[in-house]
Nanobody
C-alpha cells in the first residue's frame, strides 16, 4: 500500500520561497502521475500541480501558474514542489498523492505565508 511523507513546510513572508518534498513508498511510484494538493482552513482540498510519470509533463492550477514548479525523481520515489513568490492565499496544508487518488493520505506539511 502506498504511503506518503511530506516535508519542507514552514512560516515564510510574502514573496518568499519554499521547497516541499514528498517521499512515496511502494514500487508503483515511477509509473503513476503524482500531484500536489492543498487544503486551506474552511476550504476543500484542491489540486495545485501534477506531473506525469513518463514524459514528466506538468499542469498547474491557475492560482499558482508561473510561481510553483513540480518535479520528480523516480530513483528516489520523491516528488517536489518549488514555491516562489508566495502569497498569504497560499497558506494551507500541502499533500501529495497519486492521480487517480490513493485513498490513504499522508500527514501533509503546513505552509504559512504571513508577515
Amino acid at each position: 500500500q502506498v504511503q506518503f511523507v511530506e516535508s519542507g513546510g514552514g512560516l515564510v513572508q510574502p514573496g518568499g520561497s519554499l521547497r516541499l518534498s514528498c517521499v512515496a513508498s511502494g514500487s508503483i511510484f515511477s509509473i503513476v502521475t503524482m500531484g500536489w494538493y492543498r487544503q486551506a482552513p474552511g476550504k476543500q482540498r484542491e489540486l495545485v500541480a501534477r506531473i506525469t510519470s513518463s514524459s514528466g509533463s506538468t499542469n498547474y492550477a491557475d492560482s499558482v501558474k508561473g510561481r510553483f514548479t513540480i518535479s520528480r525523481d523516480n530513483a528516489k520515489n520523491t516528488v517536489y514542489l518549488q514555491m516562489n513568490s508566495l502569497k498569504p492565499d497560499d497558506t494551507a496544508v500541502y499533500y501529495c498523492n497519486t492521480l487517480p487518488l490513493n485513498p490513504r493520505w499522508g500527514q501533509g506539511t503546513q505552509v504559512t505565508v504571513s508577515s
